[in-house]
Nanobody, 124 residues
């Protein structure tokens, strides 16, 4: 069982930055691929970014590529999402997810564990 706790969300003006963190409880955190998803009101949950267990492979949604960066610190059981040049359309609840699958998933059914989410609001 893996417990995930997100933090770092908040209110920011367009063009600003936020850094999300996700702390994991698993002793074997370094063996999990990790992902970030987001869900805006009345919309489906969508993929944002994912990273392999080693950090050597990363994937991004087209809408955030070049603005967001996913990274991890296996020594601290934490994954990060650095979000720059934020836009109002980035407003959503952001969720951290983990999967024991060796493949780095980009769809939510591929992930086994989820955090409760952190709200990100970008004002125009």
């Amino acid at each position: 069982q893996v417990q995930l706790v997100e933090s770092g969300g908040g209110l920011v003006q367009a063009g600003g930055s936020l850094r999300l963190s996700c702390a994991a409880s698993a002793r074997t955190f370094s063996t999990y691929a990790m992902g970030w998803f987001r869900q805006a009101p009345a919309k489906e949950r969508e993929f944002v970014a994912a990273i392999s267990w080693s950090g050597g492979i990363t994937y991004y949604a087209g809408s955030v590529k070049g603005r967001f960066t996913i990274s991890r610190d296996n020594a601290k059981n934490t994954v990060f999402l650095q979000m720059n040049s934020l836009k109002p359309e980035d407003t959503a609840v952001y969720y951290c997810a983990a999967t024991a699958d060796q493949n780095v998933g980009r769809t939510y059914p591929e992930y086994d564990y989820w955090g409760l989410g952190t709200q990100v609001t970008v004002s125009s």
